[in-house]
């Protein structure tokens, strides 16, 4: 058998620790809490993060990375602007869906957590690669035309808060339907909401 | 008529549609007597030089170097002798022509009177399709609204030392339009750190993210070789309006064209993706020292 090379160990410690921290919380749950999941050692666990805070940065920027790379692609494709919403919207529920911990970590623990991320993770330090990638999307649907020129926190924040409100939703279980069958009226929302007049 | 008690390079200044506003510029050149000594000055509308107006219009006297300056109109008169007549004359006779601003250079600011007609010499903005494409190796644009007097300075001063003046894509000396007009300019820590300017005139604060200052996309050594020796548009607070480019003048010169917050155009080379990346996170950081008047900063009161 294959020896598990020390990126694929910190990848494991990351997808341990995303679960443990939107399920328990941030403070309660430990550092031996995460080891004992991965299964190493409390002093093998300092080897790949130097503190938990340090870990909880990482996460935020792992998410960001990941959301960015994911935003990208439908940037990048020949698809109209408001085909773009639909891709973007679905992307983020089925990942709501497939990887809950990814969202929940974001919303429940970066969010709401502001005092572990004031050092070394201010504004848009962590979440660069994911808001460049908006603007990216953005800029280029005012230049078609599509988009109405507007301030860009308006908008970001029309976009992204509510689907970060219905995940949210989703969480709490209060949503009568899954995710999925909210993709198209939501899309339309935002297009309509946001499109040139 | 060649003179025949001068072996100095000849030189020739004719006017298209223009403001005279490149003619009063070199006329600012401080070393303008020690620098005309080097030619013989045909003719100049603003100086008194040794041939008329008619007498230039009679198209008879050949001169080395003619130096155009404005729009091309090809029927424009001059003494009731076409433009078209005029130049075509002097530029088939000379070793060089220079077009002196962006009018004579891509159309510049009096294109718009006639946009189909007119144009650049050799440039119409950026399309080579002016009427020397036939002549285009001997033509030199010197792009500016105005022209900096030590931009002409240097290209007479090369030529009149037989040297190769070495040209941009756009027949721009590299020398003077190779650098941007960002280089040099005072404000540049504030740029780095994305810090705007509270409004025109100020000292502090950068004027790319709302004021419209082109100057990281513009060719041009303002900040470099100063105007009057010791100023330039970015260090009095005024932005850039990029008079050096073929696209110049655009619109709203004092307002920088955003989409949704972003900079439609965003520093010359730099892709925009690793420009928002960088802007981003250079904009968290709050440094008190660039914040309010430098000034004040350090008094102790």
Redesign the interface.
Same mark, same amino acid.
């Given at each position: 058998m294959a020896r598990i090379t020390k990126e694929e160990r910190k990848q494991g410690i990351i997808s341990a620790a995303l679960k443990l921290f939107s399920e328990r919380g941030f403070y309660i749950t430990t550092i031996p809490d995460i080891a004992q999941k991965v299964g190493m050692s409390v002093g093998n666990f300092y080897n790949y993060f130097k503190s938990k805070d340090i870990l909880a940065k990482e996460l935020v920027i792992y998410i960001s990375e990941y959301l960015g790379a994911e935003i990208r692609q439908i940037n990048e494709r020949d698809i109209t602007t408001q085909e773009k919403i639909s891709e973007i919207v679905s992307m983020y529920f089925d990942m709501a869906e497939e990887k809950p911990e990814m969202i929940e970590y974001f919303l429940r623990v970066y969010l709401s957590n502001r005092e572990v991320f004031s050092e070394g993770c201010e504004g848009m330090i962590c979440v660069s690669a994911f808001v460049t990638e908006m603007m990216m999307f953005f800029d280029d649907g005012v230049a078609k035309g599509d988009l109405r020129n507007q301030d860009f926190f308006s908008a970001f924040g029309l976009f992204m808060g509510y689907l970060g409100g219905m995940v949210f939703l989703f969480g709490e279980k209060i949503l009568p339907e899954p995710l999925e069958w909210y993709k198209k009226s939501i899309s339309q929302n935002i297009y309509h909401a946001l499109k040139a007049e | 008529m060649r003179s025949k008690q001068s072996n100095k390079p000849k030189l020739l200044w004719i006017q298209g549609v223009t403001c005279n506003g490149n003619s009063h510029s070199f006329l600012n050149l401080p070393s303008l007597e020690r620098l005309l000594d080097s030619f013989e000055l045909l003719y100049h509308p603003t100086i008194t030089t040794k041939y008329s107006l008619e007498d230039i219009t009679e198209c008879k006297i050949a001169s080395d170097i003619v130096i155009f300056e404005g729009t091309y109109d090809p029927k424009m008169k001059r003494n009731d002798i076409s433009i078209e007549k005029l130049l075509h004359f002097y530029a088939k006779n000379a070793k060089y022509i220079i077009a002196a601003g962006s009018c004579a250079s891509f159309g510049g600011m009096f294109k718009a009177v006639s946009p189909e007609r007119n144009s650049g010499i050799l440039f119409n903005e950026e399309q080579k399709s002016g009427p020397l494409c036939s002549l285009e190796k001997k033509v030199v644009n010197l792009s500016g609204c105005p022209i900096h007097p030590e931009w002409m300075a240097y290209v007479l001063e090369m030529i009149a030392i037989d040297r190769e003046i070495v040209l941009d894509e756009l027949h721009r000396p590299v020398e003077l339009y190779s650098n941007l007009a960002h280089h040099g300019c005072t404000r540049n820590e504030y740029f780095e750190w994305k810090v705007d300017t509270k409004g025109f005139g100020f000292k502090e604060g950068c004027l790319f993210y709302e004021q419209g200052c082109r100057a990281p996309m513009t060719h041009a050594s303002c900040n470099k070789i100063l105007w009057n020796e010791v100023s330039s548009k970015t260090r009095i607070g005024t932005p850039c309006f990029g008079c050096t480019e073929p696209g110049f003048p655009r619109r709203n010169l004092f307002r920088t064209q955003?989409?949704?917050? $972003?900079p439609?155009d965003v520093p010359l080379g730099v892709p /925009?993706?690793s420009y928002?990346?960088m802007t981003? $996170?250079a /904009?968290?950081?709050h440094i008190k020292r660039l914040e309010g008047k430098l000034i004040d900063y350090k008094k102790t009161h």
């Open positions: - | 955003t989409n949704m917050s $972003i439609q /925009k993706r928002l990346t981003g $996170i /904009k968290t950081f």
